[in-house]
């Protein structure tokens, strides 16, 4: 007999991402949307989450109770923002299930709070939950490696829409961590976020971010590692944000019976070492 379906709480249920996961839900076997949870007060608390994703009605009604939708579901999908991932994290550990987080702009204090909660919680977070994302941060690691520091230098670029509050990107940083370990540096030690002025010459080692916004772009990067007369160039474009969901709720089903614990998309996709 098949197994019944994972029942799935979105929060941030009316954001642009929110919307996503609900129709991404419905569109994807072995999974239901089982409540949907939005801020109190906001406008969208009441109203049917299908009707706000632009399904139609599907009788599941936003609430502003998250421990409530927790404690009766398997599962919370959570690209929000870093406070509210913190207090998601504590009534998720609360109620024993999976927590897949996209959100990003997390301080390293925050962070720590995030994985304290996979000691009851299964914690499933990164900076990006697509497939090409992910496979980009393998493929950047071995190139940081192969390509030694004294002759090679790597610079992220990153570019999303105007709305994006914080910079670098989740996934610019995901990117740099890896490229940082194929280096075997720390990434805050060697991390350059802005130039401006009289510089001076780069530093040997350093790992330089861009960051660029505007429009309706959903998510380019590239890592450009720049030797002397050639440049490797190893990008990734994202033309959807159903690429980020089908990520996350396919974490979501891999935690399903794994132990709490703290894990990444890596551990989801097989590609840890």
Known sequence: ??????KLVVVGAAGRMGQTLIRTIAAMDGVMLHAAVERSGSPFVGKDAGEIAGLGPTGVIIGDDPLAAFLHGEGVLDFTSPAATVNFAGLAAQARIVHVVGTTGCSV???EKIK????????VKSGNMSLGVNL???LTEQAARALPGNDWDIEILEMHHKHKVDAPSGTALLLGEAAARGRGIDLANHSVRSRDGHTGARPKGAIGFATLRGGSVIGEHSVLIAGEGEIVTLSH???????FARGAISAALWARDKKPGFYSMLDVLGLTR
């Open 1 to 6: 007999m098949s197994e019944a379906p994972m």
């Open 109 to 111: 204090e925050e962070e």
């Open 116 to 123: 304290a909660a996979g000691r009851h919680a299964r914690v």
């Open 136 to 138: 980009l941060g393998v």
């Open 237 to 243: 474009s994202a033309g959807d944000r159903s690429i």
